[in-house]
């Protein structure tokens, strides 16, 4: 399948899908008017329980998550994951929420994990530019990336892997699985993302 990969930069292997460009238009359609109606901004704000430091973030309703198929979309390629990796069935899949961070530039992620079994990130909006490092003579630049951690680095297999976020990925890994967003600069236009956590059950 075209739009499913699995990617194995080191131990557990992660997945990488793509959204389709409906369900990106519903979901930013939906956060926008979230943003313009201050109360039930302030009724689904999960910014105390998270730890991102960051704008905003909050939670997304069961009843839009049903009229999306959120959890199916979700369940149909975390079960193919789970498949092709151990070679067993799902028996149930537990959505346990899911949230919509909106950062900003300078805004990050420090070096967390989730609940659950299976979490994931998905791109709704990005900046048209993530800055500069703040070193300009650097290689690189981690400006607005993922990074992921696993372990220490060792001969065949190294300690990290960096995502450069592009519209529509779609990301799922093992909830134990570290990660950082880092922040970026030069712009005041908005990075947007989705994220989960589930539980899963397997057939005997």
Excluded: C
Excluded at 13 to 38: C, F, G, H, T
Excluded at 43 to 50: I, M, R, V
Excluded at 65 to 82: D, G, N, P, R, T
Excluded at 107 to 127: A, F, R
Aim: charged share 25%; aromatic share 12%; no cysteine.
């Amino acid at each position: 399948m075209e739009n499913f990969k699995i990617i194995k930069p080191f131990g557990p292997s992660i997945v990488k899908i793509k959204m389709p460009d409906e369900m990106i238009k519903e979901i930013n359609d939906y956060v926008d008017l979230i943003v313009k109606d201050e109360e039930k901004s302030k009724k689904l704000n999960e910014g105390n329980k998270l730890i991102g430091k960051v704008q905003q973030e909050f939670l997304m309703e069961l009843d839009f998550m049903k009229k999306i198929k959120w959890a199916e979309f979700l369940s149909f390629f975390i079960s193919k994951w789970v498949l092709e990796e151990t070679n067993k069935n799902i028996k149930h899949f537990q959505l346990i929420k899911s949230w919509v961070v909106r950062q900003f530039q300078n805004d990050y992620n420090p070096v967390h994990w989730h609940s659950g079994h299976i979490s994931g990130v998905g791109y709704l909006k990005l900046p048209s530019t993530l800055g500069m490092p703040a070193q300009t003579d650097k290689k690189t630049n981690e400006n607005g990336k993922l990074q992921l951690i696993f372990g220490s680095p060792n001969l065949l297999s190294k300690a990290t892997h960096i995502i450069k976020p592009e519209l529509g990925d779609f990301y799922l890994f093992p909830n134990y699985l570290m990660h950082t967003v880092y922040p970026f600069s030069g712009t005041n236009e908005e990075r947007r993302s989705v994220s989960f956590n589930a539980k899963l059950e397997f057939f005997d």
